[in-house]
């Protein structure tokens, strides 16, 4: 694969001088036109599913608190079965705004979330870890995840942190919240979220977001400051922690994102239109409760609708079913007036050819949906069972790509940018390498990859001719070695760290999850 | 990487199954509307640029010939440059048809260019060869070409045969267009090309080409059998050979494509806007001239538009500044009613992470510009410097998805898509995989890969932990030792191998190119 010894440390030196060359911090703006596979009645077709399934059918949840919020604004509650009616739900849901922001603590970070803005979380929630040194699977360490928390935040096309970038087993799941938050807040401070698995992991994550930006408890609910991501438990249910969650978030005025699990073919129906429909009525019930809770909570429709392999029932991702279920969802959050969350999904093991198929595909179908928030876009594997370093920042340099390809400058058409002049001096016989039209722009002209070998064969093989997997995992090494936590005051970090004493001495969170 | 004794035998046994497991020969159908990064002012900011290089600057056509033609049609001509006005060029673009047909000697094997037809070619014309039992670059040999053949009939989602899918460089070029045509003629059945590099080349591919289909003088130009692609000389030049050639075919009514090879800030405006405008100028020259040949003659138009690397001059494929300029090349195909050709283009020298992203990119550009001929789609590496077949192969799995994903069934919307009695029937406690209307459809419902692994880490690590390029290539053993030729009546492959000899004695072609 390789010639491992010459031109290695030729190889390291002179990437050493790309490790800064990445894209500044931008918020990315989707400039092309939505890929919308439905026409207008088979978006009506859906959302009349949708609403058939609400209505008729009806969604459990398994919460008595939501219970009585659906019993009071007149929904049709049958033990844990909630039906509630179309006007009711439409109503609600244009409670809901299409636009809000997210601030965490260092406010130049602040995302909006919603009018074509396309953003980048990390991988989110892996129990094991795999990378280039190890090549196998072993369950995730807090370094580990604090490695990967580097990467989140050392990359700049990275926006958001989802969920643990890979579950730190080696802490005791009664702290490890405290502990990896302390990690994302200081070694992060970009957007982070909370997991909806228990009200005292909820509340203790709130406390530490607002303690981190330094709010007070009216800064903190004037508008998110988090976020945080619930799955129903398809088909048709809300499990009582992710709701609870849901309602403590609400209100206390932070995001929220609900992403049904709709597998299609296990979970909800192996047609594509029927898995989607069954998704976005277990959607809608979720942000019509929110909207109960407080009117105008900030809302986002996630999708998780793939299919499966039917010899095996395991999920796969980033196939062409997975591909136009996002799109449809795409168009029926148009419909409703909802940003939009999907993922930089992949089933590979392996940070390799097909890795990168998967996830191109379903980057490509997140731009063609009209997405807001790509989860997991940097460093997932194996359906989310492993998260990669190398995988990582290959998806980075996927990500920078996206993030140039939507510069409205690149698409140009002044008369500077038709160029006739210069084509008219270097005429039939030069070139436009001297060209002053070129000289002026060639600086900028182009995207700059940090990863990509641009250069020929043979000086490739001179250079050690290495792959990218082990390129990206040498960037890795020195990225870490190289890492610089962003700045925090010593007097908040040191309140940080006494809250998370503090709730360990109490013994942190019950773990009968 | 990978365990690589235990687990082998066992995954070969396994993967043996599905080496028939492809999608059946069709020709797929671009559904989604194109992606348009310019509106109706920078197209015709385009156009315009392109016909002020035409009526201003002029083309040089560095061949007698052509002069004469566009000199009896009224176009300025000094020395070798032809300057054309608006007027003129819009009359005769106008005359090319927006869809054509080419019908190679199995006559199922059809292609319709244009029509939002959206068609696959192997990798041509790499004068290098890699493979994963070798690990390195090595000149082509004629059994190297041999075998990515036999994987261009092979893959029924390779719809054409361009240039040579890797250069015989074993075997002398005087002699080479006719050992490389008697091959691709016996052991496929697809349309195939022949190079514009000298008239007595062409003339003997169109020769074996007529014989081989069986077909008279009169059934061979009564439309086309088989096609060129001739690159202009950028900036603004087309040379002899390529002319010539364009000439012929459009005299016998065969197929003309025409890729201009404007690299931007290097034979073409670091602008991607400019360099496209004078791709376009270059393009339509070319079509000009053929429809002075002959009215009604079958063009379609190629891009090649990509950036450098600013720093080496070296070309860069698959990068956000392709993709763009591949869009808005579409879109000025669009305004000219013309069929489009693109291409599966990557830089990396290697089928790894970096060739799939770029490729994928490369891919998606062409369906997104509505692409109706993909140059390259299997098999290329190193900018077209290597043809591999692993990563012909591991392109066939993407190409198959497209292909999948462009199925109208699988965006239905109706009723028994939306399926809400299965919904109902599972309800909130079941699962899809046993229900009635997941059994009537599951086997036909998904997308099924062939080189995909979909099992888990531990399952995949049992087979023997093989990485996507290996797979591929123990797959492309079994494939050549599988292979079979397709029918071919042996009285029409004596003919062919009579011509062969009967040339070769003749002394072949002139090599002074």
Redesign the interface.
């Known amino acids: 694969?390789r010639n491992r010894d010459r031109g290695r440390s030729a190889n390291i030196k002179r990437r050493k001088q790309h490790l800064i060359e990445q894209m500044p911090w931008c918020l990315p703006k989707i400039?092309?036109?939505p890929?919308?596979?439905?026409d207008q009645?088979?978006v009506e077709?859906?959302h009349n599913?949708a609403m058939?399934?609400l209505e008729?059918?009806g969604?459990?949840f398994l919460n008595s608190e939501a219970l009585e919020i659906f019993k009071k604004a007149g929904c049709i509650v049958k033990d844990q079965?909630v039906r509630m009616d179309e006007t009711l739900v439409m109503e609600l849901v244009g409670k809901a705004p299409s636009t809000w922001s997210i601030t965490p603590r260092n406010s130049r970070r602040k995302l909006t979330v919603g009018n074509k803005f396309l953003l980048f979380g990390n991988v989110s929630s892996p129990p094991?870890y795999?990378d280039y040194t190890l090549?196998?699977?072993i369950p995730g360490t807090r370094e580990h995840c604090q490695n990967l928390l580097k990467l989140s935040q050392y990359f700049n096309c990275i926006h958001f942190i989802g969920g643990y970038p890979v579950e730190p087993v080696d802490v005791h799941a009664s702290v490890r919240h405290l502990d990896v938050l302390f990690d994302t807040l200081t070694l992060t401070d970009k957007v982070c979220h909370a997991y909806s698995l228990g009200k005292e992991r909820v509340e203790d994550v709130m406390e530490m977001v607002r303690i981190a930006g330094g709010f007070s408890m009216g800064e903190f609910e004037s508008d998110p400051k988090m976020f945080t991501n619930i799955n129903s438990t398809s088909?048709?249910?809300h499990d009582y922690p992710m709701i609870d969650g849901w309602i403590r978030l609400a209100k206390k005025n932070q995001g929220l994102i609900v992403t049904p699990f709709t597998l299609?073919?296990?979970?909800?129906?192996?047609?594509?239109?029927?898995a989607v429909?069954?998704s976005i009525a277990e959607a809608l019930s979720a942000v019509a409760l929110a909207q109960l809770v407080r009117p105008g909570a900030s809302c986002a429709v996630g999708t998780f609708t793939s299919?499966?392999?039917?010899k095996?029932?395991?999920p796969?991702f980033g196939?062409?079913?997975y591909?136009?279920a996002t799109?449809?969802t795409g168009q029926l959050c148009r419909f409703y007036n909802l940003p939009m969350r999907s993922s930089g999904a992949c089933?590979?093991?392996?940070?390799?050819?097909?890795?990168?198929?998967?996830t191109?595909?379903s980057l490509?179908a997140a731009i063609q949906s009209g997405t807001n928030l790509i989860y997991h876009a940097a460093g997932w594997l194996?359906?989310g069972?492993?998260a990669s370093p190398e995988k990582f920042i290959?998806d980075c340099?996927?990500l920078q790509?996206?993030q140039?390809?939507m510069?409205p400058e690149?698409?140009?058409?002044?008369e500077?940018?038709?160029?006739?002049q210069?084509?008219?001096e270097?005429?039939?016989?030069?070139?436009?390498?001297g060209?002053q039209?070129?000289q002026e722009?060639?600086?900028e002209?182009?995207?700059q990859p940090f990863?990509?070998?641009?250069?020929?064969?043979?000086s490739?093989?001179a250079d050690g001719g290495i792959?990218?997997?082990e390129r990206?995992h040498l960037l890795f090494n020195e990225i870490i070695s190289d890492f610089k936590p962003p700045n925090l005051d010593p007097s908040i970090k040191a309140e940080l760290s006494d809250f998370v004493k503090l709730r360990k001495r109490e013994g942190g969170v019950p773990t009968d999850f």
Chains 1, 2 share one sequence.
Do not use: C
Not at 410 to 414: E, I, K, M, Q, S
């Open positions: 694969m400039i092309d036109s890929t919308e596979p439905l009645s088979g077709a859906i599913g058939r399934i008729d059918i969604i459990e079965n094991n795999w090549k196998k699977k088909p048709l249910k299609a073919g296990a979970m909800a129906p192996v047609t594509m239109a029927g429909t069954q299919n499966v392999d039917m095996t029932g395991a796969a196939t062409p079913e591909m136009r799109q449809m089933v590979a093991t392996v940070p390799d050819g097909q890795a990168i198929w998967e191109s595909n490509w194996e359906g069972l492993i290959m340099e996927m790509q996206i140039r390809y510069e690149l698409v140009g058409t002044t500077d940018d038709i160029a006739l210069a084509i008219k270097v005429g039939a016989d030069g070139h436009f390498f060209a039209h070129t722009r060639y600086t002209a182009f995207y990863l990509s070998n641009w250069k020929n064969f043979e490739w093989e792959w990218t997997v990206s």
